[in-house]
C-alpha cells in the first residue's frame, strides 16, 4: 500500500535544497512513498472548535504517514506529533537540540566533555560585551549554520559591538573560545547509525563551517571518542542528525551542538556515493512497522 509523507520546508531553504527535495520524491516512489512537499508559509495550525487543526493554503489536510520536518520550529513539530503524526526529527529532539542553552544542559548530564558556558538574556547584551577581556564566543541559542556567533575579545571596537548588539536575535551562550586549530568534527547520526564522520578547519577566522568556505575531509572515530558521540546518541531519539564538537588543543573532542535539520553537502562531498535520502526512508519505514 502506497505510503503519505509530508516533507516540510520554507520557502527559503526550499529554493537551495531543490536538489535533495527531489531526491525524496524519486527514492520515495522507489518505496511506495508520496513524498508531498510542504512550505511552512503555506501552512495554518492551531486550535478550532475543541480540536487541533492544520491546513494548507486554507484547505484542512489529510494526517499522512509521517513528516520530515526540515524547517527549525518545533511548535509546528509538536502540533503534528499531538495530531498523532509521526515526526522526524521529533518534537523534543527539536525542542532541546534549536536552543543551545538548554542542549548544553541536557548533555551535560551524560559525562559528556561539553566548553565552559554561561546562559544570558538578551538584554543582558551590551552589558556582557562591555565585560569581556578575553577571547570569547558569543552565540545567539537559536543560531544555525554558524550564523549569530561572534567573537568578542578587548580589543573589539565599539562600532563592532554595536553590529553584534543589532544583529543578535535571541537569548545567548558565552564561551570561552576553544581548539586554536579551529577545528570541529560534524558525527552524521542516522537512527542508532553513526553514518561519516567529517573534520571540519577554518580556512580564515574560526568559524569552521562548510557554508562559510571551511575545509573538509573524512575522519574515523577512535574507540574512546566512539564512546563519547554514543553517549549523546542515547539522549535522543535521533531519526537524521548532526552532532558536533569542538577540536581541543589537545585533540580532544568537547561537545558543541546537535543540529536537528541537518545539512547534506558536506556529507555528500566526502562520500558521494552515499545514498542518505534512501537510507534515511528506508530507517522511517522500519520504524513505522
Known sequence: MMKRAWLIYGRE??????????????????RDIEVTLLLVEDLTFGVKKGSLVISHKGSQLTAPDFAIVRTIYPMLTKHLEDEGILAF???????????????YQYVVRAGVPV????FHRKEELETILSQIIEETVVKAVAGHGGSQVFL?????????????KMALASDFVKQPLTGRKHQDLRVYVLGNEILACVLRTAKEGFKSNFSLGGEVQLYELSEKEKETV?????????GLAGIDFLIGDNGELIFNEVEDVVGARMLYQCVPDINLVGKYLD????RIK
Open 230 to 238: 554514543l553517549k549523546v546518541m542515547a539522549l535522543f531519539d535521533i
Open 152 to 164: 568578542v575579545s578587548k580589543d573589539t571596537s565599539k562600532e563592532r559591538k554595536q553590529e553584534i
Open 13 to 30: 531553504d526550499a529554493r537551495k535544497n531543490e536538489w535533495y527535495i527531489k531526491e525524496f520524491m524519486n527514492e520515495g516512489r522507489k
Open 115 to 118: 566548553i565552559d558556558t554561561t
Open 89 to 103: 526529527n521529533n518534537a523534543k529532539m527539536a525542542e532541546i537540540c534549536n536552543d543551545k542553552a538548554r542542549t
Open 283 to 286: 530507517y522511517i519505514l522500519s
